[in-house]
């Protein structure tokens, strides 16, 4: 079956680096839009960056760009997100999400999802 898994995950103290590795399963993660979006406890899930297909496009959000990568390897079927100067305010459960389509920051238009992986900035 289709399956989008993160890991990479972890705690960290501010200004530490992170990197997340989604790793796509019977699909060809190259052939879709992927984004990775973060939910914060009582908050909604907000997209943090996203890769177009055949990588032709990133985007990221206010927020983390300049601090954050988003990178494909066809090879290993598997997009990153390298996080750099986490700050507390990252903290939150990541997911990566794919779509046919364009890159968007709403969670609506992705039809596959990973269990999400946890981020903790803390000193």
């Known amino acids: 079956q289709v399956q989008l898994v993160e890991s990479g995950g972890g705690l960290v103290q501010p200004g530490d680096s992170l990197r997340l590795s989604c790793a796509a399963s019977?699909?060809?993660?190259?052939?879709?839009?992927v984004g990775w979006f973060r939910q914060a406890p009582g908050k909604e899930r907000e997209g943090v960056s996203c890769?177009?297909?055949?990588?032709?496009?990133?985007v990221y959000t206010d927020s983390v760009q300049g601090r954050f990568t988003i990178a494909r390897d066809n090879a290993k079927n598997t997009v990153y997100l390298q996080m750099s100067s986490l700050k507390p305010d990252d903290t939150a459960v990541y997911y990566c999400?794919?779509?046919?389509?364009?890159?968007?920051?709403?969670?609506?238009?992705?039809?596959?999802w990973g269990q999400g992986t946890q981020v903790t900035v803390s000193s």
């Open positions: 890769m177009s297909r055949f990588g032709a496009t990133t």
């Open positions: 019977k699909f060809t993660v190259a052939d879709y839009a």
């Open positions: 999400a794919a779509r046919l389509g364009a890159c968007s920051g709403s969670v609506t238009p992705y039809q596959y």
